[in-house]
């Protein structure tokens, strides 16, 4: 079964490698971007906003990734026309869509840590007195809500190709806006707001500004970040929505395999 | 219990697809009617027909990957759907579509499949280089990606792929459709010589009348999504001279013409049950 997990992880890995190029080009867009986003802290002489911007476009960077790459998983063997070889082998969705998820996490992670030391080209930060580690269980709390979601848009591409891709960039386009990336949810208009209370990446974002010490940020370093106790209501959120989102996720897969085994919508033409 | 591989009954398949205003109509299409046939374990039982008579849906029905509105299928004993992780075990599958990743090498394409089926990577990798010389594949281009390679050379990944898992039952959906005559005739005793060795059954579409007859000890003819004829090549060819009163039907292919033709299938008449 690891063996299994561990081939979508090789088969993944290669992908990546064969289409470097196109791997180079997202990553430095996704660098740049984060740096011009950036920079429009550094421009307002505002330490707090740069550090608010910077926490943010790392925290998307990871999630985006995460839930991209989970989603487009099945869009891309459908389009390749594998997807029928791989839902034929003899192994459960659940450890097919683990080693997916598995390597859409180190991917993920890679592409942070890319990003992060990119920006410290573009900007003078200092990231001390933030609880760090502190950060990283945030980070590992929200990849369940997010792979669960990542599974839940998968299935979007099997009933819709090109309309599945599109629901998928309308749904993370959404999640940017409500989750207060870069500005507290506060000021989204109040219809928005309940939006806003069911989106992980609200918690973790939330959780991350305290941890980093933004919130209470008094004009001079070093920051001071809060205690992990002190974040606990927002993993406990997190972790709560991963155990829902997760089953659900395995759950909407599992009837979306089924309906496209009766209607045929696993081979790539029709 | 029996003793088939494979075994087929009433199934039937019909593909819905919307049109007109706003989706308000709805085209029927059938794929397959009251099929029911089975092939014997070790047996290699032939699929002929014309495009879009139903076969490829039938290997898909029994790839797990397609279920039918009617009916229902047994693998070895066992029960689709409800049992079709077991079954999946069991089947190797070769399709004329190409279904790779274009952009990874025949190596990586081939241990891909084997870990996802469990299998050692060095064991695997060795078995598929000596399936693939087998082939007449060159060694030389095993690491290319699949894009680089020319029809054939993609079809011959497809049969190792298929083979690396040894399964005891192979479905094959136009294996040699776009091989050389050479390339084709590898395939054809590469074929033979594993049901000698292993007793694989095979299960096998083809429009090359030449391969049915030398592969397939029995050969069921689909039209429309119905199984019109079965039986062995020179029963077949009896049958469709006894019925269209052409004495002179002598070759498999006349009789795929009379017998899958449109005449008969134009009269919505049962299928033709077992000849012999
Ligand atoms: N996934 C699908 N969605 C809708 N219709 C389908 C689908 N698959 C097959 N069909 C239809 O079902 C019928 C049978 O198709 P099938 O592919 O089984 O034929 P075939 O005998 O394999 O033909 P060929 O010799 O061209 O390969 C055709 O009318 C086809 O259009
Ligand atoms: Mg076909």
Redesign the pocket.
Known sequence: MVRQMLGFVYRDWHLTRRYWSWVAVFTIYALVSSATVTLIGVAAKDVRLTLTLTVGVLLWSFLSVLFNEIAMSIAFERWEGTLEYTFMAPVSRLVHMFGVSLYALSYAVFRALFVLAGLFVFLDLSFRGANLWGMLVVLAASSFAFVGLGLIAATLPVMSPERGAEATNIFQSVLLLVSGIYYPVSVLPRWLQPLAAVSPATYALSASRKLMGIDTYSGQAPLRGAAFSDVLPEIGILLLMGVVLVPLGFFVFGRCEAWAKR???L?RT? | MSSYAIQVHNVSKV?R?RTGWLGSKTIR???LRNVNFHVEDGEAYGLL??????????I?VLSTLLTPDEGWAEIMGMRLPDQERDVRRVIGRVS?DAAYYKKLSARENLMFTARVYGLDPAVAERQSRAILEQLGFDPKRFGDPLEDMSRGMQQKIAITRALLVDPPLLLL??PTTGLDPKSKRDVMIFIEDLRRRKNTTILL?T?DMNEAERLCERLGM?AH?KLVAEGTADELKRVAALRDGFPSISTLEDAFLALAGEKLVDSDAAPAGEVA
Not at chain 2, 49 to 58: E, F, R
Request: charged share 30%; proline share 4%; no cysteine.
């Open positions: 209607t045929g919508k081979k029709g | 593909f697809k299409r059938w794929a027909g014309p495009n879009g008579s139903g076969k490829s849906s039938l898909r004329v959906d136009e579409t429009h689909l999504g």
